[in-house]
């Protein structure tokens, strides 16, 4: 059973050589009929939290920031009565995608690494059945990003990373339909098979790929392992992208684990864990190896996901298996100090959902988040969830959860 507590309160929310490209079958389009409504102003006083979305988010000490020393009582079974988790009792979700809507029930897709299925996840309601992907999910692959088309309003499609028994790809889906090859051929190897996707805030898509157990491919200009690409909804090569033809947008990676950006592309991200070193956050641009990271975490906190508030709050949110690591960050994409972190349950009260991976923004205050309590972790009755995490902050996040 996939169900949460129910919450009754509105929430004002509401985030190539040897390449094979694969047609797609037509999709029925269908219209969202649904508005964009944005969140209440943030609140100076509130560091970044998971907020309780039955309460206003307009005022400091709603949800559990530090003015809120109740605690939530610990689940029971599949039901959960934290009001931030929106979906209860999933199998590691490490990929999630915010659900544009009006405001009165947030929701995001959640899928299942290992199992390739699809959830809608919708406060107040249980998890449903949105798709099922056929996925192999051998040493780190299976169904690792899941993204929104540009259009999704009009076209209701999907994008997915995962891995197959031949190779990583990127396919297409909308409820209901088969899924359909996008981009095929990337290399799969025993490790290193880990990717994800996003959109460029521009129309394309950028898909963020393992380096397959080989660095090495991660410096090869002929291998799409190890890379940030860059390809329009029909799995070509963007039209403007670094070199004419190639869907190559930059190099250097080894297992991605997260891309994001501004609502306007001008600052995009993406976080990796390679086999030794440090993981790492890096600022993209077009046309560069990533060598030099925005930020590095030496104890290996095992990055995935992250959310761009920076023009909310000045935080890049980063998910992680020891919390929300909150990077300060000024608009021109320069990190301006030491990160801190939330929802490591060291913060009054001590709020935490364990092993942090997908994440995914709904609005410009407003993301969700997966865990992965289940691949490593320490689950309790009700994970693996899928859970709401509000900023509502403008001096940069110096806050505990």
């Known amino acids: 059973m996939r169900t949460r507590s129910r919450w009754s309160a509105p929430l004002a929310l509401l985030a190539c050589g040897g390449l094979v490209l694969s047609g797609c079958a037509r999709f029925d389009d269908t219209t ?16 970044p939290q998971v ?19 109740t605690p939530v009582p610990p689940p029971q079974g599949c039901k959960d009565f934290d009001k931030a988790v929106i979906a209860t009792c999933l199998d590691t979700v490490s ?39 056929d996925v192999q999910a051998a040493g780190d692959g299976g169904l690792t990003g899941l993204a929104l088309s540009p259009k999704y309003v009009e076209d209701q499609l999907v994008f997915a990373y995962i891995t197959t028994p031949t190779d990583n790809r990127v396919v297409r889906f909308a409820k209901g339909q088969p899924p359909n090859p996008v981009l095929t051929g990337i290399p799969k190897g025993a490790t290193g098979n880990r990717g994800t996707i996003a959109g460029d805030g521009h129309g394309a898509l950028l898909v963020a790929t393992g380096d397959a157990g080989n660095p090495a491919a991660a410096a090869d200009v002929k291998s799409l392992a190890g890379k940030v690409l860059r390809i329009d909804t029909s799995g070509k090569p963007a039209s403007d992208n670094p070199t004419p033809g190639s869907p190559v947008y930059a190099s250097g990676l080894h297992a991605p684990g997260g891309l994001c950006g501004s609502a306007d592309g001008k600052r995009m991200w993406v976080t990796d864990q ?3 070193g440090p993981d790492a956050v890096y600022r993209l641009q ?29 935080i890049l949110a980063v998910a992680s298996s020891a919390g929300l690591q909150n990077v300060p960050v000024n608009p021109d994409g320069a990190v301006t100090g030491t990160p801190t972190v939330s929802l490591d349950g060291k913060g009054k009260p001590p709020t935490t959902y364990g092993h942090l991976a997908g994440m995914s923004m709904i609005n410009p205050q407003t ?16 994970d693996d969830r899928v859970i709401l995490i509000v900023i509502s902050d403008t001096g940069g996040g110096q806050g505990k959860d």
């Open 286 to 314: 077009p046309g560069q190896s990533l060598s030099a990271p925005a930020w590095t975490w030496p104890e290996r906190p095992a990055v995935g996901g992250c959310t761009d508030f920076v023009d909310a709050n000045g």
């Open 95 to 133: 990929a999630v995608a915010g659900l544009p809507g009006n405001g009165s029930a947030p929701a995001a897709l959640a899928g299942e690494r290992k199992t390739g299925r699809v959830f809608l996840a919708t406060a107040g309601h249980d998890a449903s059945s949105f798709a099922q992907l």
């Open 51 to 69: 907020q309780d979305p039955g309460r206003s988010g307009n005022s400091p000490g709603n949800g559990p920031s530090p003015g809120s020393p």
């Open 32 to 47: 969202a009929a649904q508005k964009f409504s944005p969140a209440a102003p943030p609140s100076p006083e509130s560091p």
């Open 367 to 382: 993301a969700v988040a997966g865990t992965t309590n289940k691949d490593g972790g320490k689950p309790v009755s009700s």
């Open 274 to 276: 390679p086999a030794s």
